[in-house]
């Protein structure tokens, strides 16, 4: 793995997070340092059935369209995305075995026709309705996502978890690097721009509302601090490491949880020693950036919460969203590749756990944990 091309793709990822126009470049530059055909960050709406690729190399047109309309409902392996440790890379093969998983209709009929043999993937970030994972898709002069496709997906994962995170505290509103005290103003949330020592050299309108206010962050003697003495640590550590540029930045600083008196809030770090950054950390004589803002709610997506409410296993799990979101065991059989022996196995191990008696009685329960004021044993 060469380092010099590591850290030319960290500091393209991180230039990209304040101008989303160098995204289509950045994913492309991700494929060829993984060794993928295809690499995106997707946000998958589990409440609303719905996708949305945020980021994304080129795709074929009638495929992509074909995955938004149909085939993301489809995917086997999405299930175990809403499971997985944020910012873990998770090869395919780790979720379903690759005999079964070649056996299953999106394989065969989305995969497959592209050429495509094998992914990985890692969570970016969860929240009540979803989550929103990076994919790396590899065809067949690739080979399996081995151990050296994880080793580079590893590498990329926490830098590509910040930049997403950024971009998304920035609405994904072109700031320009050179400029940050004309542009950030106008961003609902706190931006700090420090030094290596902690101390704000500039803070937007939001930001000095937050230190003004004092709860979550203040500013004694002009240095930053959190309330919280973990958080305050840890936002010391974030800016000592990026002194030292992008590369030393690592997970450090990614997502900061700090405590407020309505609710949590989350920091988020970005270096501004390289890469277009730098004319902005220079006028300011800032290392880093810091993006402050109020957090969701700390709520289960509804098929997390059943499952975990009434221990599903993974292939229990694969059969219920089937149900819910495909239709009765003839359609779910071939989506998962089983046959509807398997299938209805699986289903008789659900109503025993659940208490539901039929189909339409699952639906009912996902149902419930979408909506807060109806409870789940009501649903049934």
Same mark, same amino acid.
């Given at each position: ?30 494929? +060829? ?22 980021? !994304? ?35 395919? !093969? ?9 056996? !299953?209709?999106?394989?065969? +009929? ?14 970016? +970030? ?70 290596? $020592? ?33 958080? $305050? ?28 008196? $309505? ?41 997390e919460a059943v499952t975990k409410e ?41 109503? +025993? ?16 944990y979408v909506n807060p004021l109806l409870?789940?044993?009501t649903a049934l």
């Open positions: 793995m060469s380092d010099e091309r590591l850290l030319q793709l960290v500091g393209d990822i991180y230039d990209a997070s304040l101008d989303p126009g160098l995204w289509p470049c950045v994913c492309e530059a991700i494929c +060829e340092f993984v060794g993928c055909r295809q690499s995106s960050v997707v946000f998958q709406n589990v409440v609303r059935n719905h996708v949305d690729i945020y980021l !994304t190399s080129p795709v074929d047109p009638h495929y992509r369209e074909l995955f938004l309309t149909e085939y993301f409902k489809l995917n086997p392996i999405f299930p175990a995305v809403m499971f997985s440790e944020i910012g873990r890379t998770v090869p395919a !093969t780790d979720v379903l075995a690759r005999e079964a998983f070649v056996q !299953t209709r999106f394989a065969r +009929e989305w995969l497959t026709p592209q050429g495509y043999l094998d992914a990985g993937f890692a969570t970016l +970030e969860k929240s009540s309705v979803g989550c929103t994972f990076m994919v790396g898709i590899r065809g067949g002069r690739q080979g399996l996502f081995d151990d050296d496709a994880r080793r580079r997906f590893d590498a990329v994962v926490p830098h590509l978890r910040r930049a997403v995170l950024i971009g998304k505290t920035l609405d994904m509103h072109k700031v320009e690097a050179a400029a940050l005290s004309d542009t950030l103003d106008k961003i609902g949330a706190g931006i700090f721009l420090a030094d290596a $020592d902690a101390r704000v050299v500039h803070a937007n309108a939001h930001g000095r509302a937050q230190l003004a206010d004092g709860d979550v962050l203040s500013a004694r003697g002009g240095r930053l601090m959190a309330s919280d003495p973990r958080a $305050d640590h840890q936002l010391r550590d974030a800016l000592g490491a990026a002194e030292h540029g992008d590369a030393a930045m690592g997970r450090k600083g990614i997502e900061v949880s700090l405590k407020g008196r $309505d609710g949590r809030y989350l920091a988020h770090a970005l270096p501004l020693k390289d890469g277009e950054r730098r004319s902005a950390g220079t006028a300011y004589d800032a290392v880093a950036a810091l993006f402050v803002r109020k957090a969701a709610l700390d709520v289960l997506s509804p098929l009434y221990q599903l296993t993974p292939a229990e799990l694969r059969v219920l969203r089937g149900i819910v979101d495909v239709g009765g065991v003839p359609e779910v059989a071939p989506v998962l590749g089983v046959s509807e022996t398997t299938v209805k196995a699986h289903l008789r191990s659900i109503y +025993e756990k659940t208490g539901a008696k039929r189909q339409a009685d699952l639906v009912k329960l996902v149902a419930a409870s789940p044993s």
